[in-house]
Each structure stands twice: as structure tokens, then as C-alpha cells.
């Protein structure tokens, strides 16, 4: 089956510090990878997406590359802000799967001044 | 303008009743979804519809009924509510379902079952 799996939060970072948050994946087919942010209270927006192979994905500062050698997908900001404060979400949908997203467990970052 | 709009925002109900959350989407997508947070905050599809067909029904309980009256509307009806069912649940759309489509979410009703 398709699963994600995301590294354990909360992650706790000062303003202007280097963000990466872990995402690797297994999946029967070929996904399309996706990071979903959540702020507090609110419902789930769109980051970023890629959708083959070695595509970057790229968003308010935000990147990520699909590698599909090591299966990941993971999070990078350079300099991340207090507004930045949310959960993150990875998730992939496969062809077939009737674009059902698979999500990862999330990874709650707080950004401190 | 409120790309997919829930209502309500917040329901509080006891259990063993029925009830029901409404999603709209002014978007023109054809797929619309339900997915259920839980308190850990893991997100997991409950059910898809495309153009008004049921084409995911991820292993949930009968209680659940899911209708589309139309591509633009995705309702969600819960019978003889159980403690169990307290979670958030978002609706969301997306232009197609093929795999690769972008699904836009609503702000989410959460539900709490006393």
C-alpha cells in the first residue's frame, strides 16, 4: 500500500534558522508528492507539489525536490519566520488511486523570536 | 470569496443523534472529498465523489452516508453519533481525479460528541 512517514515533531526553531522537515514514502505506482500546510484553527493549504522525478517544487521560500532514488521528499526554508508556525503535512496520491491523498502523520514547527 | 465553504464550523451533540455537515465548492471542480482529523491531528479520506459518482469509500462505518446532490455540493450524514466521531472533518475539491490535482480544502467542522 502507499504510506508517508514524516519525522516526529514538535520542532522548535529560532527566527532566520535553516528549516528541513523529513519525508520518505512507499508507493505502488508512481506518486505525486505534495506538502500541505495547516495554521492554527484553519483548514489545510496547499505548499507545494511535484510531480515526477526529480521536479522541485518551490513556495513562500519553501522547496522541495522529489527523489525517488530515496523515496523522499523533504521540506527545506532558509530562513523561516514566525508566521511559519503550523503543521506540516506531506502527502502523495498515486495515478488510479482516484486522487486520494495519503498523508503523512504531520510535523508541528513553532518558530520562536 | 470562499472557495469550499463548510457549515457548521462547530457542532456539539450528544450521542446516539444524527446530524449533518454541508460542503460547497465555487471552484467548478468535479471531485469533491471528506477526510476525518483526529486528535493526534491524522488526516485520513473517508470518502470521494466525481461528478456526483461515490469512487472512494475508504472503510468507514454505515453511519457515515456521504450525498452529492450535484458537483458542486458534497454532504456528509452521521446516525446514532458515537463518542468515537469526535474529530475534525474537512471537506475539499479538486479540478480532477487523476492524481496529480491540487484539492483545495474547507476551514473544517469540528465535531464533538458528548
Known amino acids: 500500500g502507499n504510506s508517508v512517514t514524516q519525522m516526529e515533531g514538535p520542532v522548535t526553531l529560532s527566527e532566520e534558522a535553516f528549516l528541513t522537515i523529513n519525508c520518505t514514502y512507499t508507493?505502488?505506482?508512481?506518486?505525486?508528492l505534495f506538502w500541505y500546510v495547516q495554521y492554527p484553527g484553519e483548514g489545510l493549504q496547499l505548499l507545494l507539489k511535484?510531480?515526477?522525478?526529480?521536479d522541485k517544487g518551490s513556495n513562500k521560500g519553501f522547496e522541495a525536490t522529489y527523489r525517488k532514488e530515496t523515496t523522499s521528499f523533504h521540506l527545506e526554508k532558509g530562513s523561516v519566520q514566525v508566521s511559519d508556525s503550523a503543521v506540516y503535512f506531506c502527502?502523495?496520491?498515486?495515478?488510479?488511486?482516484?486522487?486520494?491523498?495519503?498523508f503523512g502523520t504531520g510535523t508541528q514547527l513553532k518558530v520562536e523570536l | 470569496d470562499t472557495a469550499v465553504s463548510q457549515t457548521p464550523k462547530y457542532l456539539v451533540t450528544q450521542m446516539g443523534n444524527d446530524k449533518s455537515i454541508k460542503c460547497e465548492q465555487n471552484?467548478?471542480?468535479?471531485?469533491m472529498y471528506w477526510y476525518k482529523q483526529d486528535s493526534k491531528k491524522f488526516l485520513k479520506i473517508m470518502f470521494s465523489y466525481n461528478n456526483k459518482e461515490l469512487i472512494i469509500n475508504e472503510t468507514v462505518p454505515n453511519r457515515f452516508s456521504p450525498k452529492s446532490p450535484d458537483k458542486a455540493h458534497l454532504n456528509l450524514h452521521i446516525n446514532s453519533l458515537e463518542l468515537g466521531d469526535s474529530a475534525v472533518y474537512f471537506c475539499?475539491?479538486?479540478?480532477?481525479?487523476?492524481?496529480?490535482?491540487?484539492?483545495?480544502f474547507g476551514p473544517g467542522t469540528r465535531l464533538t460528541v458528548t
Open positions: 502527502a502523495l496520491t498515486v495515478t488510479g488511486g482516484g486522487n486520494k491523498l495519503t
Open positions: 508507493a505502488t505506482g508512481y506518486p505525486s
Open positions: 475539499a475539491s479538486s479540478q480532477g481525479a487523476g492524481g496529480k490535482y491540487e484539492q483545495y
Open positions: 511535484a510531480t515526477k522525478a526529480d
Open positions: 471552484l467548478g471542480h468535479d471531485t
